[in-house]
């Protein structure tokens, strides 16, 4: 079974800055199949990027997706005060069919 | 836009049986989706539990297979889930949500989440 580690556990950042967080696999996989998600307190996880590097509907522009072969990197450029939520990684696979990361937090500093 | 909404009971004894529904709205449960059930827990994450679509083909976790049932029923427009032989290991926010059909072409994602209902395993 495929592993997602997501790096750093917790990244403590101020509006306007840029934030950059990191989706590990154990092996190569294919990247039209790794998805990001925002979920705040109290709420679903919510869809952001799909394909590596599709923002869903509704997403601003100033998050974004990239990587390919084990390393993924989901950007925000330039932080809101909405944003700071913690960021999960998806990856479709095989069995199970749906993998999670562990999550990154991003809090306020 | 589909609307996805869980309930059942908060509370299940240990050694017994979760069971929670989840009612589809805004879209056709009859229509292309997988209609899936995830899991939270703090000590291990999200958990993909399985999915259905409307004809009944359903795809499990293989961790968790032996205890699980997805059912779906066209007539209430809803999905359900049965966990057995539950522990505290089970305590975890369920969430229903759905995904586009014929993904694997293209990308697979949880589009559309209920908004998640906390069980707790205990006596």
């Known amino acids: 079974e495929i592993v997602l580690t997501q790096s750093p556990g917790t990244l403590s950042l101020s509006p306007g800055e840029r934030a950059t967080l990191s989706c590990r696999a154990s092996?190569?996989?294919?990247?039209?199949?790794l998805v990001w998600y925002q979920q705040k307190p109290g709420q679903a996880p919510r869809l952001l990027i799909y394909?590596?590097?599709s923002r869903a509907t509704g997403i601003p522009d100033r998050f974004s997706g990239s990587g390919s072969g084990t390393d993924f990197t989901l950007t925000i450029s330039r932080l809101e005060p909405e944003d700071f939520a913690v960021y999960f990684c998806?990856?479709?696979?095989?069995?199970?069919?749906?993998?999670f990361g562990q999550g990154t937090k991003l809090e306020i500093k | 836009q589909v609307q996805l909404q869980e309930s059942g009971p908060g509370l299940v004894k240990p050694s017994g049986t979760l069971s929670l529904t989840c009612a589809v709205s805004?879209?056709?449960?009859?229509?292309?989706?997988?209609w899936t059930w995830v899991r939270q827990s703090p000590g291990k994450g999200l958990e993909w539990i399985g999915e259905?679509?409307?004809?009944?083909?359903?795809y499990y976790n293989p961790s968790l297979k032996s205890r699980i049932t997805i059912s779906v029923d066209k007539s209430k427009s809803q999905f359900s889930l049965t966990l057995s032989s539950v522990t505290a290991a089970d305590t975890a926010v369920y969430y229903c949500?759905?995904?586009?059909?014929?993904?694997?072409?293209?990308?697979?994602?949880?589009?559309?989440w209920g908004q998640g209902t906390l069980v707790t395993v205990s006596s």
């Open positions: 998806q990856l479709y696979d095989n069995s199970p069919l749906y993998i």
């Open positions: 394909g590596a590097s």
């Open positions: 949500a759905a995904v586009p059909g014929g993904c694997s072409a293209t990308s697979c994602y949880l589009n559309f």
């Open positions: 259905i679509n409307h004809s009944g083909s359903t």
């Open positions: 092996q190569v996989v294919i990247s039209r199949y």
């Open positions: 805004g879209g056709s449960i009859s229509s292309s989706y997988w």
